[in-house]
């Protein structure tokens, strides 16, 4: 089994920085990428992020120029740096990681096959 462990979320003020960060533990794995997502309150999880092997990276729309995923894939380790935050960044972020990649699912929940438990987010105004 492989467990995601995902740390670094807390409450910050509208402008503010964090840096969440993900590292997977258990049975030997071949990482293949890795995703950030969140989730706000009473609404569907949404892509933030994703970074894989070769250093490709892949954002959502709402975080472009504002949020930078790093890490080492091989490792199952990743880095999410989130700058100028705004309360519509408020969310439990999860990470997730893949096996395997199909083409096309590199923003869909469905294109990841193990799930970090989540760390909250809260951006106040």
């Known amino acids: 089994q492989v467990q995601l462990v995902e740390s670094g979320g807390g409450v910050v003020q509208a402008g503010d920085s964090l840096r969440l960060s993900c590292a997977a533990s258990g049975r030997t794995f071949r990482s293949r990428r890795m995703g950030w997502f969140r989730q706000p309150p009473g609404k569907e999880r949404e892509f933030v992020a994703a970074?894989?092997?070769?250093?490709?990276?892949f954002y959502g729309d709402s975080v472009k120029g504002r949020f930078f995923i790093s890490g080492d894939v091989a490792k199952s380790t990743a880095h999410l740096q989130m700058d100028n935050l705004i309360p519509e960044d408020s969310a439990v972020y999860y990470c997730?990681?893949?096996?395997?990649?199909?083409?096309?699912?590199?923003?869909?929940?469905?294109?990841?096959?193990?799930w970090g438990q989540g760390t909250e987010v809260t951006v106040s105004s």
């Open positions: 970074i894989a092997r070769g250093g490709y990276t």
């Open positions: 997730a990681t893949t096996e395997t990649i199909i083409t096309g699912l590199t923003r869909q929940v469905s294109g990841y096959d193990y």
